[in-house]
């Protein structure tokens, strides 16, 4: 202790004067803001523990499935060999990579098992098996071969919905797996040609053709399927069928624009052209690699995107060969800067877009109660298109803000029928793909050398569009995941009761 100039005696330096001792309630709030620090700087969990495979179902109609065996499964190798067959039959009807992986967690994980790894990329499936202290098990899946079948997707989802539920077990799952697979789609191959080529006759009217224009359009599709046909049955690669049907296509618009319809009707060969090309387009494939992408699958993304730019080039490549085909026949300049003024009134338009998605559907072999509530959402999406396009929102927004709305009610109409929300919302959202853009770019590009900076500009907004509207139908698809759970656990719920 030192002395003051006053003689009083002072603390040492560095000495704290005494403080009041800390009532009840300061010594919870000191210890409540400790622990809270805490959490903050370390984290409940270490900071490099693995995320449970299991949690990749939050979000999904699969989130918490119902264990139907205790304990690991003593044949684990039979549902492994029938989750892999399961996610075959999906990736071959068109899912996407994400679905494929929650169904494959959801159903493994109701039937018992609980160690899983899933590998997926753009064509095959690896399940790795590796229970602590047993030999593990790993197998693999190759998809070689695909097909339009929505119904029987909307079937294997149906499956996975009652497996999780608790309500089918495993040997009644792969018997009705066998149904799906060995069973006929829903429309005999008659009818999705003539569907074929009722979109694109209806698709022409949309536009703004005529009767006549239409009614080319419908038989030069009749021939471009059954040239498709022809050359599947010859083993030709999807790349050379894809631009044989293009160049078909723009073959017949083309002449028919230079010498003139049989009866006399003047037609305008774009909006043929782009009625005949639409359903060749891989929409389907596309919003399945942008979704593979978004949601973290960039191998299969990859793998999809190249088959998606290949399956543009065939088209690309079969409209500039007719281009310069039927320009050796001294066929005059096309103004491709016209636009055509709508031929029917708006309610006979919207009739016209809900028949084409019901075309849509039938060539996608989409169930039949699916047809009417996907052609309801396609009017939907058709209604915001006209509406951002009036409202001044630009030609390359407006189509994305219209595949948000598809992507988002096609997710609840298809859980509330049963079915992954790709079955309605691709069908839905093919009017919205910009195929006068793409036919007008392709013009330039082939015919109109000087002006070949305006034709790569215009394929490239093209590729903006196509891109904003898968985009827009995953976005939706995610929006929507809030408004669905309750969809989703009702579904459970029926199943269960089943």
């Not at 690896?126 to 929505?150: C, E, F, G, H, M």
């Not at 985009?471 to 199943?495: F, H, Y």
Request: hydrophobic fraction near 50%; include cysteine.
């Amino acid at each position: 202790m030192t002395k003051a100039p006053d003689g009083r005696r002072r603390p040492p330096t560095g000495a704290l004067p005494p403080t009041e001792p800390l009532t009840a309630s300061q010594v919870r709030q000191d210890a409540a803001a400790k622990r809270m620090l805490r959490r903050l700087v370390h984290g409940e969990n270490p900071p490099t523990a693995p995320m449970s495979i299991v949690d990749r179902l939050a979000g999904s109609p699969y989130a918490n499935p119902m264990i139907q065996v205790g304990g690991v499964d003593t044949s684990a190798r039979k549902t492994i060999d029938f989750a892999l067959h399961l996610a075959e039959s999906m990736f071959r009807y068109g899912a996407g990579a994400l679905e494929v992986e929650t169904s494959i967690i959801a159903i493994t994980a109701a039937l018992g098992l609980k160690h899983i790894e899933v590998d997926i990329t753009n064509q095959s499936v690896a399940i790795n098996y590796a229970p602590k202290d047993q030999t593990p098990i790993t197998l693999l899946r190759v998809v070689r071969s695909w097909t339009n079948n929505y119904a029987g997707l909307a079937q294997v989802h149906q499956l996975v919905t009652e497996i999780v539920a608790g309500g089918v077990g495993r040997d009644e799952a792969v018997r009705r797996l066998d149904e799906i697979v060995r069973s006929s789609k829903p429309f005999p191959r008659w009818m999705v040609t003539v569907a074929f080529a009722v979109f694109s006759a209806v698709f022409v009217g949309v536009l703004g053709g005529g009767l006549g224009a239409s009614a080319v359009a419908f038989v030069s599709n009749l021939l471009v399927s059954l040239l498709a046909r022809r050359l599947s049955r010859w083993r030709t690669p999807d790349f050379f069928i894809t631009a044989s049907c293009a160049f078909l296509v723009t073959f017949i618009a083309l002449l028919l624009s230079r010498f003139g319809s049989p009866v006399g009707i003047q037609i305008a060969p774009e909006i043929v052209v782009v009625g005949g090309i639409l359903l060749l387009l891989p929409t389907g494939r596309l919003v399945s690699s942008v979704q593979d992408a978004i949601n973290g699958f960039p191998v299969t993304a990859a793998g999809r995107f190249l088959s998606t730019i290949l399956t543009f080039g065939a088209l690309v490549t079969g409209i500039a060969v007719g281009f310069v085909v039927v320009d050796m026949t001294g066929m005059e300049p096309i103004d491709v800067t016209k636009t055509f003024p709508p031929a029917y009134p708006w309610w006979a338009v919207g009739i016209m877009v809900a028949v084409a998605v019901v075309a849509i559907g039938i060539t996608e072999q989409t169930s039949w109660k699916l047809l009417l509530p996907t052609a309801a959402v396609g009017v939907i999406g058709y209604l915001v298109l006209i509406g951002g396009q009036e409202l001044g929102i630009g030609p390359r927004f407006s189509p994305a803000l219209a595949a948000v709305v598809i992507g988002l009610l096609g997710r609840v109409v298809a859980l509330r029928m049963g079915a992954p929300q790709l079955v309605v919302a691709v069908p839905a959202a093919l009017i919205l793909l910009p195929g006068l853009t793409i036919f007008r770019s392709m013009y330039v590009l082939t015919i109109e050398e000087s002006e070949i900076l305006i034709g790569a500009g215009g394929m490239l907004n093209a590729g903006a569009i196509v891109l904003g509207v898968a985009a827009g139908i995953v976005l939706g698809d995610t929006l929507a995941r809030p408004l669905t759970r309750s969809l989703a656990s009702n579904e459970r719920r029926r199943a269960r009761r089943r």
